[in-house]
């Protein structure tokens, strides 16, 4: 059996800021996370570093959280038998 999964990236720049908006609804459970680059402002301008930064750092908050709520279920799972 096959499923499609969607994930939701948003980002959102300026010229020192990136910001990411990572949303997964998984079976009812809804997980969503955010990250964030910066730029010093003496670096020369490449979003497409801040851009992979900031969805690396909310895919790995997103991670955690998705691992947590497994973790939740196998020991919810565990302690009613």
């Known amino acids: ?3 499609d999964v969607t994930l ?3 980002l959102s720049e300026d010229d020192i ?3 990411a908006h990572a949303v997964l609804n ?3 459970d809804h997980f969503e996370a ?3 680059a910066r730029r010093n402002p003496i670096d020369p301008p ?3 570093i801040g851009e992979e930064l900031a969805i690396a750092r909310a895919l790995q ?3 955690s959280q998705i691992m947590e709520a497994a973790q939740d279920k196998v ?3 565990l302690t009613t038998d």
């Open 1 to 3: 059996m096959e499923k």
């Open 8 to 10: 939701n990236l948003h």
């Open 17 to 19: 800021e990136t910001v």
């Open 26 to 28: 998984l079976r009812g």
């Open 34 to 36: 955010m990250g964030k």
């Open 46 to 48: 490449m979003p497409v």
């Open 61 to 63: 908050t997103l991670t």
């Open 75 to 77: 020991e919810a799972f």
